[in-house]
């Protein structure tokens, strides 16, 4: 039997887990991945206008959204670590763990700059022209826990524990 989970993403869950502690999630938005599906993602924000889809209102949107996300949580005492690269970020999150007492919820933003595609905006003569290219751009983990006294049946005799790092 599937836990509570899995039962509710089914239809958007690729594989399985088995281990209780971690649970990696990532979110991809396949819209964005062709330039009509791009431009439709934006007029759903943009109440149905092109007007201002260009390069310097991504780039204000990418700033707000890395703007909020470090106000919430310096508001909220939530620590956020920018990873060096070749940083590997559970490493960083289990240091963390090792180190604090967390509560339940978010308690840990970890960003890392890597290469992603991204849509390059060009107008001419009336025209939007995009083009796919590549760029560093960054990535955001947010790492939540959450108290929970559980059954693994992947430890011997099904044994009982608390979930790591997730004491508050």
Known sequence: MADELTERYRD???G?????????LNAYNTLCYSA???RQWWRRLMDGSDEHLDN????RMAGRFSRRVRGFAKARNIPVIDCRRG??????????????TVKRGLFLVLVARAIAPVWDVRRSRGSLFLTKKTAFVNHYSFH???????????????????VPGSNG
């Open 144 to 162: 939540c826990a959450a108290r929970r006294l559980v059954v693994s049946p992947a430890q011997p005799g099904g044994t009982r524990r608390e």
């Open 36 to 38: 009509g599906g791009f």
């Open 87 to 100: 940083e590997r970020k559970h490493d960083v999150a289990e240091e963390y763990l090792a180190t604090h």
């Open 16 to 24: 399985s887990y088995d281990c209780v502690d971690r649970i990696v």
């Open 56 to 59: 310097a209102h991504l780039m």
């Open 12 to 14: 958007l869950l690729q």
